[in-house]
């Protein structure tokens, strides 16, 4: 099993920064896919961002070029950078983790593991 634990989420006021961290423990080799996703009140869940482990990232086009994705795969970590906050980007934001490993030679997990989530709030 795989557990994630995020933690950095916060009030902030428009135009402000957050840094969200996610640390991954259990039974891992190796993760393929870590990032982040959120969900609004009354919407579903949206990506965020995401890196893989090669460090390719992908970053939903409401964020891109104020949130940075980044890794520590040694520390089976991943954070996510938020600049220029708007009142849209609040949300509860979850730590999810793809294609996990458990040890060297085994396969990709099938399952999609995801943190307690971590409430974002962007309010003046």
């Known amino acids: 099993q795989v557990q994630l634990v995020e933690s950095g989420g916060g009030l902030v006021q428009p135009g402000g920064s957050l840094r969200l961290s996610c640390a991954a423990s259990g039974r891992i080799f190796s993760i393929n896919v870590m990032g982040w996703y959120r969900q609004a009140p009354g919407k579903q869940r949206e990506l965020v961002a995401v890196?893989?482990?090669?460090?390719?990232?992908n970053y939903a086009d409401s964020v891109k070029g104020r949130f940075t994705v980044s890794r520590d795969n040694a520390k089976n970590m991943v954070y996510l950078q938020m600049n220029s906050l708007k009142p849209e980007d609040t949300a509860v934001y979850y730590c999810?983790?793809?294609?996990?490993?458990?040890?060297?030679?085994?396969?990709?997990?099938?399952?999609?593991?995801w943190g307690q989530g971590t409430q974002v709030t962007v309010s003046s």
């Open positions: 890196s893989t482990d090669g460090g390719s990232t």
């Open positions: 999810n983790a793809q294609g996990v490993r458990s040890f060297r030679y085994a396969s990709r997990s099938e399952n999609a593991y």
